[in-house]
């Protein structure tokens, strides 16, 4: 996200906290009360929008257009023909909903198919087991991979064992702790598997929770070190073999997989906007991802997060709400697989960052948020707290720390604040990248009061006289 700034030159900020006025351009001074003040006359604007969405016309509409959606498109892999399809259906919608400068903006993402892929374990008993292959893996011959398993629980665990793993397929049974923390096994186990020898590595798949599901996810090579193919597997086959291999046991396993990749191929970034009445230079950006894995139905990850952000919008224009700086919504392309379509995005209007108030993405579900995570100077953080108590009516007034998102991240790394939904994560890295992520996982009334949050939060920041202030 972008942190905000004041629209003048020469900016110049004294503590709000303390009371003490904040000087723009030396033509205006205003006290952090003058600020509260400002935004507390916002609280007849908040009830009507979270009115409308939470009960009114406008509820159950965010989850009724994800659900038409995901069920006509089904999953929305980068660099295939449902991806492209949702995009240009997408681009319809929202210039039929009655958006402003709606705009498709050209970008090249990766191009990665799975094929047919399975699991075996033929010693020293029979067992088929469930695996997804991880994005951008390489296959393994026709006839497979046919090795004896090494299992080990930590990237420290293998470098001790090196001698072991040569010529073995290397499981990782690493405990799950936080996804921050698992995560590094999904991204980097090939890699270090291969420095040491490996064949192939099967990864536990990083989740909160399993119903004998494997879930999916990217993965990254490293130049000068061997491609080996590499998919994950259920919690409970890693924590079986696990077992069986500490009671002495021997097991070899079969590993198959078509996987291939192809060159990069054109996508788009899709964007809407309201148009700013006062400062239409200026923009708070709203954002989810259109993309997703080529399991389930991409319906949590990240429909919900895109299709909140396009209701946000919605609901600002049914009220006939136009706020001074531009609310532009984005799409995000190919974020799977590391942010690809926003940092290309990134790279064309990064030069413009001065003029982005705030940078908001929803990515990490669209259940009952808990609150709104923030990063920012200490100065706008105060601005948010303020903004986010006009939330009362549903009672989600909280602001948390580390705002984030993978699309956002390029413009939070530059010092724009940035904003996104602290939501359950438990539940939702239960589902997270699975066949289990489809819209019966989505709860209509959940969506609602994302979306009210969402728009409240955006339209405020949009219409307040000054920018947000950057540290």
């Known amino acids: 996200m972008k942190f905000l700034l004041y629209a003048f030159v020469g900016v110049h900020l004294l503590s709000l906290n303390s009371g003490k006025a904040i000087y723009r351009n030396d033509m205006s001074q205003r006290t952090f009360q003058e600020i509260k003040e400002e935004i507390a006359h916002y609280g007849d604007v908040a009830k009507a929008i979270i009115n409308l969405a939470v009960y009114g016309e406008a509820q159950n509409r965010s989850y009724e257009r994800l659900a038409l959606l995901v069920d006509t498109v089904g999953p929305r892999l980068s660099g295939s023909k449902s991806l492209k399809k949702a995009i240009q259906i997408m681009y319809q919608n929202l210039k039929h909903d009655g958006l402003e400068n709606v705009h498709l903006e050209p970008v090249k993402i990766p191009h990665w198919e799975r094929g047919e892929e399975s699991a075996v374990m033929l010693e020293p008993r029979m067992h088929k087991m469930a695996i997804l292959g991880l994005g951008s893996s390489i296959g393994t011959p026709p006839e497979g991979i046919t090795a004896e398993v090494l299992v080990v629980t930590s990237f420290d665990e293998l470098q001790r064992r090196a001698p072991e793993a040569r010529g073995k397929i290397v499981i990782y049974n690493q405990p799950y702790t936080n996804y921050s923390q698992t995560v590094q096994y999904r991204v980097q186990g090939a890699v270090e598997a291969a420095k040491v020898g490996a064949l192939a590595s099967l990864i536990r798949s990083v989740a909160s929770f399993s119903i004998y599901s494997p879930h999916t996810g990217v993965q990254e090579y490293q130049d000068g070190v061997p491609k080996i193919p590499t998919a ?38 899709t964007v809407a906007e309201i148009i700013g009445s006062k400062y239409p230079e200026q923009v708070v950006l709203v954002s989810g991802h259109l993309d997703s894995w080529d399991v389930g139905q991409g319906a949590m990850d990240d429909g919900g997060g895109a299709f909140i952000s396009w209701e946000a919008l919605s609901l600002i224009k049914d009220l006939g709400l136009r706020p001074k700086r531009t609310l532009r919504l984005v799409l995000w392309t190919a974020e799977e697989q590391g942010g690809i379509g926003a940092f290309q995005y990134y790279q064309l209007h990064k030069a413009n960052t001065s003029k982005y108030s705030l940078v908001m993405e929803s990515d990490s579900g669209t259940f009952l ?18 903004v986010m108590n006009l939330l009362q009516p549903i009672n989600i007034t909280q602001v948390f720390s580390d705002g984030e998102g993978t699309d956002i991240n390029f413009w939070i790394q530059a010092g724009v604040p940035g904003a996104s939904l602290l939501d359950d994560l438990y539940k939702y890295f239960s589902f997270h990248h699975s066949r289990g992520d489809t819209i019966t996982v989505m709860d209509p009334k959940q969506m609602n009061v994302a979306a009210a949050l969402w728009a409240v939060v955006s339209y405020v920041v949009a219409d307040l006289e000054e920018m947000l202030p950057r540290s």
Do not use: H, W
């Open 369 to 386: 948020p808990s609150g709104l995570q923030f990063t920012g100077s200490e100065k706008a953080r105060a601005i948010m707290k303020e």
């Open 232 to 269: 994950c597997v259920t919690v409970e086959d890693a924590e079986m073999i696990s077992r069986m291999v500490s009671r002495g046991s021997r097991i070899v396993i079969q590993l198959k997989m078509g996987a291939k990749n192809y060159p990069d191929v054109d996508s788009f970034n």
